[in-house]
């Protein structure tokens, strides 16, 4: 079994920066890994995905803003997010794995305030 968590989760002001990290218990250099986020009354949205080769893809609405990162050595996935703003707000998930099977942190709340 994997497990997943987050941490770097926070109240920000629009314009600001921060860093999520997602620590994995287990050995993930071959796994796909992305961070999705779920704003309330909304479904959860994929926000950024990075395959074992470090190919990465982002949602429109944080292009240029927001940054996903491993590092294998230390199991561990990062989401670098700068000029925040307060659409950006939510529970924000780190996930491993394919639709086939998926695993899934417990989530971090973020907040940007205008």
């Known amino acids: 079994q994997l497990q997943l968590v987050e941490s770097g989760g926070g109240l920000v002001q629009a314009g600001g920066s921060l860093r999520l990290s997602c620590a994995a218990s287990?050995?993930?250099?071959?796994?796909?890994m992305g961070w999705y986020r779920q704003a309330p009354g909304k479904q959860r949205e994929l926000v950024a995905e990075i395959t074992s080769g470090g190919s990465t893809n982002y949602a429109d609405s944080v292009k240029g803003r927001f940054t996903i990162s491993r590092d294998n050595a230390k199991n561990t996935v990062y989401l670098q997010r700068n000029s925040l703003k307060p659409e950006d707000t939510a529970d924000y998930y780190c996930?491993?794995?394919?639709?086939?099977?998926?695993?899934w942190g417990q989530g971090a709340q973020v907040a940007v305030s205008p």
């Open positions: 287990r050995v993930i250099f071959s796994m796909p």
């Open positions: 996930a491993a794995g394919t639709v086939l099977r998926r695993y």
